[in-house]
């Protein structure tokens, strides 16, 4: 699975700037996400995705890897949707 919108767990660390890679503001992320938070909620709406041991290019050593999901809305929508799960618990909304 090449194609297909990748989510790194960063996008939703309410501890990062925008700079350092967050794309969430900061009330709708959360501390240090973790991938498996991210994989639980994925998973739950049935959102098919692979996930790889690639990390982003600004946290090489943190080896939290990535996700490569397939969703046919926007990758805007996909973050948004991650990020409330996120805040719920991992609940499926």
């Known amino acids: 699975m090449d194609k297909g919108v990748k989510l790194y767990p960063c996008y ?3 501890e990062l700037m925008r700079s350092e890679g967050r794309r969430v503001s900061h009330d ?3 501390a240090h ?10 998973k739950a709406n049935k959102i098919p995705f692979t996930r790889e041991s690639k990390c982003h290019p600004a946290y090489w ?11 046919p809305g926007s990758k805007g929508e996909l973050i ?10 991992g609940k499926k909304n």
């Open 12 to 14: 939703f660390d309410s």
């Open 28 to 30: 709708t992320g959360v």
């Open 33 to 42: 996400p973790e991938p498996g938070d991210i994989e639980r909620i994925l």
């Open 61 to 71: 050593w943190k080896h939290q890897g990535r996700f490569v999901v397939e969703y």
């Open 80 to 89: 948004a949707l991650v990020s409330s799960g996120l805040k719920t618990g």
